[in-house]
């Protein structure tokens, strides 16, 4: 009866580790999924790059990388923080809106608009490999 219960322990062990070390390929993504995704990425990182040098975002012909060359200063690896600016705890769309209305005189845009989230992309890729460190001053 012992040799029987300990059988199954084993088998039971065996079972959970084989669950447990199973590839972690069972349902990921190919080379060519990996390849589109990258590219979308990468052509959003574009777009939000364009928009950063435009004049045409505002209502002013300033442009962010006036103030801001190369996504300068912009450190989005700190969000979510306080901005005096706004008061509050924000994310950073909402002070990216900021320097829409104020510098650039512009209107806010969306959170989910594609110029913001394109913005957004551009600022954080050029940051890439940065540690976030949220809340940071
Ligand atoms: C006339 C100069 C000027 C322009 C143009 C400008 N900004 Fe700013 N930006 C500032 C100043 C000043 C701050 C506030 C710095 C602070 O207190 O953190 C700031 C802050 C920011 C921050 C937060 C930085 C941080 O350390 O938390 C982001 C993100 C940002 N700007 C993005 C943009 C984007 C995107 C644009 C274009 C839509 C833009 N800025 C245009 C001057 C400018």
Known sequence: MQSIKHVFMVFVMVAVCMVWLLPA?????????LKRWEQEFMAVVDEGEKLFHSSKL????????QCHPN???THPETY???QKQIGKV???FEMINWCIENPLEGKTLDADDPKMIALQAY?????????LEPGKH
């Open 58 to 65: 505002g209502g002013n012909t300033v442009s962010c990388d």
């Open 123 to 131: 600022v954080t890729y050029e940051r890439r490999g940065v540690k």
């Open 90 to 92: 924000v994310m950073l």
């Open 80 to 82: 979510p923080k306080f």
């Open 25 to 33: 390929h069972t349902d990921e993504f190919t080379e060519e999924d």
């Open 71 to 73: 996504a300068t200063n």
